[in-house]
């Protein structure tokens, strides 16, 4: 299992709050059986550079990393949840700012309705860099678009997005229905907790997992496994 959308680096942005904050997460993803987590922190352009992000991520992760010694943890991968911009596509090092060692950037999208300059934006950032854009948690937008919650995400895909979804949608009850009607009809790609902390925002991965399962069985999950086997194979993680 993989957690592709996660802000456990200490001190980074609204996500943990210190080193023993993170490694309380890292011990949550190591009982859920959880092999590798992600970490994506916020990107804003309008609040730092590429070279001062990626400066300020090294210097939480070392803290981190550091702390940790040999106990045993799921592997780390480094990313970032980038704002969208109309002119992402065009940014440079936008690829630093991609899952390690992979073309995937996980991106968070306007929420508000989209048009269709929204979709040309990242259907440029596949052609024009080969970025592979993976929407951070599709649900949160649905409501605000005109089309039909899977219109909207038919035409992510017809510009080559990939679709994240969160466990938190699996979890509550009031969602879970809808959230397993669009795993059913194999439109998301990735599940993620966007776990910020240990209280409100916990790390739950493995339960969301446990949803899908229940209602769906094995068909449910082998999307999943195909596409976290996929990013898995080029993943870097520390
Ligand atoms: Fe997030």
Redesign the pocket.
Known sequence: MIDI???ILPEMDD?SKSVDESKKMLDSFREQGVDAVVA?P?FYIGETSVEDFLKKRESCKKKLIESLGDAKRPGIALGA?VQFFPELYSMDRAEDLCISGTGYM?V?MPFDEWNKYTYVTLEKLYTAKGITPII??VERYLDFQKESDIDTIKRLKDVHALIQMNTGFLISGKTRRKALNLVKRGLINFL?T?A?NTESRPPQLRVGFDEIYKKLGDQGIDAFAYWGEKLMDKMTTI
Do not use: N, R, V
């Open positions: 959308h996660s802000h996500g994506t916020h949840e996980l968070e951070a948690h993620g966007d910020h």
